[in-house]
């Protein structure tokens, strides 16, 4: 049975192999020169987690690709949040003849952290998405101009040296760089790639990449024997190592039916070694255990041997450990697959890369893998291809726009969504056009597992990929110009309940190709927001918005929404809208600064303009309306203002690279533009204003205007401005006082198991405990008692939420027995007495 650890280390062990580390590194440094630190290793040491492709894979800056503890996170889950681990140890091993370096056997860990490549004392690895654990506030990769290099949605980055190596320090440093993915077609793969550098004196021949590669297909950590029956095959020809469970299921991943899942395939490919005589080695040598980690040595000549496959090794009384040749004698670098038992077994697969003679002080050795997964063969194998097409184009792939912000505020069986509109700015990186199309909404009712409620067995049509729940789309003739929104209020939810929602961006390629950004995976995304839907707390009167008043000199005539939610930074206000022209880049990369002003109001003033360079010096200016050209043949100078149907606009060339500045196809679109301020402070910066659209403001209030008819004086322009105030939510005393007897206990009776509650745990779902206390005033005290008498608990209620959740326990922490108990809810002028029941 494989099962993680769960504890900590004895303190007096650590301390005393500390101790023994340091007078022999104080050795190792005399001898050699070598800048080990091995304190500042465990200072430096970390744990960090992928989660930004289909994978949730944990990992140490310590040479172990997977969590020694449940509690750390998942090993090679995958799909992210299906519960479903591959993996149960992955290890780097670098090794020459007589010294291997591992982080395979937990009593005599040679791979240290170093330090530097860690926010100290922070226990987190880099990764690019989150500068919070960027080491001096520096990303650690950089371009050749030292910009930071990210490559992927997710990358990481740490380093790890052998200054614990207990056959003496060879001074060898290892730089692992992680990419993940969010992509539709990359999803299914995550990238490693270990940079090995000569940081000693010494030249050394005979070095050896390997790879200890142990997975359980199908298992739970400390479940039944689900790694008792897996394959492992090796394809020469890609390069690719994968494994799979014999009879396709698991009984340990359960559906929500109770039926036994599908397993998948997983596998590693090697897509870059280090040359030799002008061809890469690639695998050279392959290996299987067929009891599992109950055949490894730690012995260094053992491990030597099966990285290089040693004759000497092969000749030893643990030749049958490892050498399964097979059909392939007299070859014995490479076993035959076909002579692992035909129902599996638990099975581990060891490669080399080897041997990279003359390796001199200074140089780096480039290994680059990949791991890859599919439900099917068919699936497998096409995510190996884009994986592989991933790699040749040298990780550069044609990337969605950015997602948005997502913010949810929850309501009496309600939930309103809302987001912002920093995805307007992605762009295609090939042509530079604008590359943003719309927004898609998702919901997930099972926490990101599933981003849609349809029934594939009943709706087979509907495909595999996620339904949005809502759709927006430019209004461009591209798509369904269903127009884009900012917020959305699903009024379909039960309270108490958990809901997810995501937001997406899209583009759509010239080709038709959709292109989207992640739904996410985590909670913590900002695209994704978490939402518990509330009952409204008793005599509660939410913030309203008041009359929208015209406080400029213009003449328009809208209707408007004004929707403040129902949190704190929304009321009591006053907020301005004004509108202004801005200008919005269609196409290009020019960095020039744009200053846009108003000359003169006039009719065709807030007529959108367009303005096409014909070259880096000429321009087309023409007015979207009226569908006229107003100058065919302008002359571009920098700095210098052009004047339009009252529009003032100057571009002003801030670099002389020619790529920043406007070049031929570039365009720039002229529009109106809406504002926001709130007491001062901007509430909405300025944005491309169209009618009906539902803005945000950063204080949560939804603003929309519509036109109140099509007279053309009545529309907006630039000499409009409106203005509107926000009150703070009331309670009205007399509604508390009548309607105390709409306090409920849910679920009343309590049964364990309630759908309530929420569930943890991998191996054994346990529910947690709660009763929640429903329909209350905004403040009151909750008294609870047995039939007794005896008093339970008390529980402070101050909240907006009508809600109160009680864990079970009595005041001593104690969980509370089976039966009937008596509940007491107080307010300053009334109360009400009730009871509640307990079966378990």
Request: proline share 5%; glycine share 10%.
């Amino acid at each position: 049975m494989k099962t993680r650890l769960i504890g900590t280390l004895l303190i007096g062990v650590l301390l005393s192999s500390l101790a023994w580390a340091q007078s022999r590194k104080a050795i190792e440094e005399a001898e050699r020169g070598l800048p080990l630190d091995k304190t500042a290793g465990i200072t430096d040491r970390a744990g960090g987690t992928h989660n930004k492709s289909a994978f949730s894979w944990f990992f140490e800056n310590r040479g172990k690709l997977y969590p020694r503890r449940a509690s750390q996170g998942w090993g090679g889950e995958w799909p992210i949040g299906s519960g479903h681990e591959y993996i149960y140890r992955v290890n780097p091993f670098i090794g020459i003849p007589g010294n291997v370096i591992q982080g395979r056997f937990t009593t005599n860990e040679e791979w240290e952290a170093v330090s530097g490549y860690v926010v100290r004392d922070s226990a987190k690895i880099a990764f690019s998405d989150n500068p919070q654990t960027w080491p001096n506030g520096s990303w650690l990769a950089k371009d050749a101009a030292g910009k930071p290099l990210i490559v992927s949605n997710q990358d990481s980055y740490c380093s790890y040296n052998d200054s614990t190596n207990t056959k003496g320090i060879l001074g060898i440093q290892v730089d692992q760089i992680g990419y993940a993915f969010s992509q539709k077609q990359v999803r299914d793969m995550i990238f490693f790639t270990f940079l090995v550098i000569n940081k000693s004196p010494r030249t050394y021949d005979g070095v050896y990449f390997g790879l200890y590669m142990d997975l359980d297909i199908g298992n739970l950590s400390g479940g039944i024997a689900e790694w008792s029956d897996d394959k492992c095959l090796i394809d020469r020809n890609r390069q690719l190592v994968s494994f799979y469970d014999v009879k396709g299921y698991s009984q340990e991943w359960l559906t929500p039916s109770g039926g036994y899942s599908t397993t998948g395939y997983m596998g590693m490919t090697l897509l870059e070694t280090p040359e030799v005589n002008g061809k890469q080695l690639g695998i050279t040598d392959f290996h299987y255990n067929t009891n599992g980690a109950d055949d490894d040595q730690d012995i260094d000549s053992v491990l030597y041997g099966i990285l290089s496959s040693s004759p000497s090794l092969y000749a030893s009384s643990f030749s049958s450990w490892y050498f399964h040749p097979g059909a392939n004698l007299p070859d014995i670098h490479f076993d035959d697959p076909n002579t692992i038992p035909a129902g599996g077994c638990d099975v581990l697969a060891w490669i080399g890369s080897g041997p990279y003679n003359s390796f001199k002080p200074g140089d780096t050795l480039k290994f680059v893998t990949a791991w890859v997964a599919g439900l099917t063969t068919e699936d497998f194998d096409s995510a190996y291809t884009h994986c592989r097409e991933l790699y040749l184009n040298n990780f550069v792939i044609t990337q969605p726009p950015p997602s948005p912000k997502v913010t949810v505020v929850p309501g009496n069986g309600r939930a309103t969504i809302l987001w912002d509109n920093t995805s307007e700015e992605g762009r295609d990186p090939l042509t530079g056009k604008k590359f943003f199309q719309g927004y898609r909404l998702y919901k997930s009712i099972d926490k990101g597992l599933h981003w849609d409620q349809i029934d594939r067995n009943v709706f087979p049509a509907a495909g595999a990929d996620p339904v949005p729940f809502a759709s927006y789309d430019r209004i461009d003739g591209v798509g369904k110009d269903s127009g884009l929104q900012y917020s959305y209020t699903d009024s379909t939810l039960t309270n108490g309940f958990e809901y997810w929602y995501s937001v997406t961006a899209y583009a759509v390629t010239s080709s038709g190709q959709i292109l989207e950004s992640a739904r996410g995976n985590t909670a913590a995304e900002g695209n994704i927001g978490v939402v518990v839907p509330r009952w409204d707390a008793l005599g509660r009167v939410p913030g309203t918005a008041g009359a929208l008043t015209q406080t400029g000199s213009g003449s328009a005539q809208v209707k408007f929404l004004l929707s403040p939610a129902d949190v704190p930074q929304a009321a009591d206000r006053t907020y301005q809208i004004s509108f202004a022209p801005i200008a919005v880049i269609e196409k290009g990369y020019l960095q020039s600064l744009i200053d846009v002003g108003i000359e003169s109001v006039g009719a065709y003033t807030n007529n959108p303009l367009a303005m096409a360079f014909t070259s880096p010096t000429g321009y087309r200016l023409r007015d979207v309306t009226r569908d006229l050209v107003l100058d065919s043949a302008g002359v571009y100078i920098s700095g210098q203002p052009i004047l339009a149907n009252g529009l003032r606009f100057t571009l002003t060339d801030t670099s002389s690279n020619a790529a920043d500045r406007p070049a031929e196809g570039d365009s720039i679109l002229f529009v109106t533009g809406i504002r926001i301020t709130s007491d001062g402070a901007t509430a909405l910066p300025l944005q491309p204003f169209s009618y009906g659209t539902r803005y945000v403001t950063s204080t949560d209030v939804i603003v929309a205007l519509t036109k109140s008819d099509t007279v053309a004086s009545h529309a907006i322009t630039y000499n409009d401005k409106f203005s509107f105030t926000t009150k703070v939510a009331t309670v009205d005393q007399n509604a508390v006082a009548g309607g105390l007897s709409r306090v409920r206990v849910v679920p009343n009776p309590y049964l364990v198991a309630s759908q309530y509650e929420q569930e943890f745990g991998v191996l054994r779902r346990e529910p947690i405990r709660q009763l929640k206390f429903t329909n209350l005033p905004p403040v009151c005290t909750i008294y609870i008692f047995t039939l007794d008498g005896d008093q339970v608990q008390t529980i402070e209620h101050n909240s907006s939420d009508g809600v109160a959740t009680w864990d079970m326990r009595a005041a001593g922490g104690r969980e509370i027995a089976a039966g009937v108990y008596l509940y007491l809810v107080k307010t300053d002028t009334a109360e009400r007495l009730d009871r509640f029941a307990v079966i378990k």
